[in-house]
């Protein structure tokens, strides 16, 4: 049986140089995988091009990396929570590319899958569209979009084995499965990690084939960006 773990986040990111492309997974604060960006901060990698759904947040997540003026740009969806990426936007200081989400899932997911590129209709009549080319389809125009070439793509599991299946838990699939299948790379951090075999063949959401390394994650934070809870209620 192929063992494909490594000992930790430092080993896994091994191969990772200036000027590369690189996915994380996650949505918001939910499944990032929060010790390969802090792997990546230490080791100073820059230049980076990140393909996430969104920046993180100013103190944690991709937001780490902004800080460092790590990442050179940006391909992303939704960016509302980070005041830093903000300002390196506004100022030039950071490229952005922002792409409305199920065109950023539908490029990761075309990318695993072997498709090169496809044919959507959101994004038409705005500057998401602007130099790409169009054709109508039933009467409604669509633009070309292409897959993703990504050199690395860093996801968070809940549970994995050593040959690389993963399992994800509650939200926390959300971009990580898609990015998974996409990387030429795919490193995942879990935070639990059985031997192969172990794992319910039923219940796995990422085969094995898709992931190259593998490691056990340590002291995740699981931030949450906007904490909502209901007033306690007033006992008269």
Known sequence: ??????????????????????????????????????????AGIKNLTCIS??????????????????????????????????????????????????????RCRAAGAGIPAFYTPAGYGTEVAVGKEVKVFNGKP????????????????WKGDTAGNLIYKGTALNFNHVMAMAGKITVAEVEELVPAGALDPNFIHTPGIFV?????????????????VRKKDLVV
């Open 142 to 157: 669509h633009i070309l979009e292409y897959a993703f070439e990504a050199d690395f793509a860093f996801v968070k599991a």
């Open 212 to 228: 190259q390394r593998i490691f056990q994650g340590a002291h995740y934070e699981k931030r949450i960006e906007q904490r909502t």
């Open 1 to 42: 049986m192929i063992n494909k773990a490594v000992r930790n986040a430092v080993e896994a990111i091994q191969g990772l140089k200036d000027g590369m492309t690189v996915m994380f997974g996650g949505f918001g604060l939910c499944g990032i995988p929060e010790n390969a960006i802090s792997a990546i901060r230490s």
């Open 53 to 106: 759904n969104n920046a993180g947040v100013d103190d944690f997540g991709l937001g780490l990396l902004l800080q460092t003026r790590q990442i050179k740009k940006m391909i992303s969806s939704y960016v509302g929570e980070n005041e830093e990426f903000e300002r390196q936007m506004l100022s030039g200081e950071l490229e952005v590319e922002l792409i409305p989400q199920g065109t950023l899932a539908e």
